[in-house]
């Protein structure tokens, strides 16, 4: 897939099929975040796969939606050790895209308890959860390639581009 077309046309999954992601597909999608750019190379960060049942059902009550942890068939927390919030954010959109180019649905969850969910995750209590992101096959597959780029942009529900963008 086309990056731009790609990017335009993600959207959140949080309906995911009951079947379990392939581990290439996993490790692509780790992958991804590993080699995200970060400010001086630093790469602060580490990927916590959740497997266990009673970890993840933990998880899902730390987040604003459970539904999307319990769905789900990959569920994976950005712990971050120093370093900018946009490095944290760098290492998720790769984590999100390289999903949605093979095909797979994916939706960064809110976190609502941060004591719980360190608990849940095994960490320290001072531990920087930057997100905990849920994947999965959706539940009803979407064919990016059935609209142009310019398609999505138009159906896309975001502010204008002239509101968003200034020039001086």
């Known amino acids: 897939m086309e990056a731009y077309l790609g990017i335009v046309s993600r959207r959140e999954v949080r309906d995911y099929a009951a079947r379990p992601l392939e581990p290439e597909v996993e490790h692509r999608i780790l992958d991804a975040g590993r080699l995200a750019g970060s400010a001086k190379n630093r790469q602060p ?22 539904g999307n942890i ?7 927390a950005v712990v971050m050790s120093g370093g900018a919030g946009i490095d944290a954010g760098r290492a998720v ?18 976190i609502s308890d941060r004591v719980e969910l360190n ?13 905990v992101l849920s994947f999965g096959h959706p539940a009803r597959p979407s064919d990016p390639a059935r609209r142009s780029a310019e398609e999505w942009v138009a159906r896309a529900k975001r502010k204008p581009y002239d509101e968003v963008v200034r020039e001086i």
């Open 119 to 131: 608990r849940a995750l095994r960490l320290g209590e001072d531990a920087k959860v930057a997100a």
């Open 93 to 110: 959109q790769n984590m999100l895209l390289a999903a949605h180019a093979q095909g797979i649905g994916s939706c960064p969850n809110g």
């Open 45 to 66: 960060w580490t990927f916590v796969v959740v497997r266990d049942d009673r970890a993840i059902e933990a998880v899902a009550e730390s987040v604003f939606e459970p």
């Open 70 to 76: 319990l769905g789900a068939a990959f569920v994976v």
